[in-house]
């Protein structure tokens, strides 16, 4: 599922960042993940980001491609490195951490 509205590139040479946020179906920790990536993305590079959230239980390919052991999974593919968090992304100072988003 990508995120509406996203742009592909923005101005100014800023870089789009790009998500993968692996979950499983409709639990508690799942929403809680998307909820707080979308509002980190939105407070800190708006505009700037694309999202793709996978469920594992409907592509269960895809999971195992990436060798996923926890989840939820965030993997921030672009710009590199590459990054992965696991959990519900409720620590927001964290996530910017080991994103690279504290500008």
């Not at 707080?36 to 195992?64: F, M, R, S, W």
Request: with cysteine.
């Amino acid at each position: 599922m990508k995120k509406k509205g996203i742009a592909d590139s923005t101005d100014a040479g800023k870089p789009v960042y790009v998500f993968t946020l692996y979950i499983t179906g409709n639990t508690p920790n799942s929403i809680r993940a998307i909820n707080n990536l979308q509002a980190i993305c939105e407070t800190h590079i708006p505009g700037q980001y694309k999202l793709e959230v996978i469920d594992v239980h409907q592509q269960p390919a895809l999971a195992q491609q990436e060798q996923i052991i926890a989840l939820p999974l965030l993997i921030k593919k672009f710009p590199l490195p590459e990054r992965k968090l696991i959990g519900d992304l409720s620590d927001t100072e964290k996530v910017l951490r080991i994103l690279n988003l504290s500008f």
